[in-house]
């Protein structure tokens, strides 16, 4: 539950639209001691994941919309 609490508050930090009354909860809960170790361990994990996308960015090729839509036709065909 504590660091699912603590990931729910990185996305809410990273969210952009957190309310005035949201950052004083926030820090609240992360005033106890506790909270604030998972915080800071679940924050830099945020971080890890961010220059891991930036990083594999270059070399992970999306299909094109044709290709998403032949992959869902065939793939709806292959049921029977």
């Known amino acids: 539950p504590l660091i ?3 990931r729910q508050w990185v996305v809410r930090l990273t969210s952009g639209d957190m309310t005035e009354c949201e950052l004083e909860r926030f820090l609240e809960w992360r ?3 506790e909270h604030g170790v998972v915080f800071a361990t679940e924050i830099a994990n945020w971080r890890k994941l961010g220059q891991l996308r930036e990083a594999l960015a ?3 090729k999306l299909p094109t ?3 998403a839509v032949w992959r869902r036709i065939t793939g709806w065909l292959d049921r029977d």
Request: charged content about 10%.
């Open 4 to 6: 699912a609490a603590a």
């Open 31 to 33: 005033s106890i001691p």
């Open 58 to 60: 270059p070399t992970i």
């Open 65 to 67: 919309r044709s290709q």
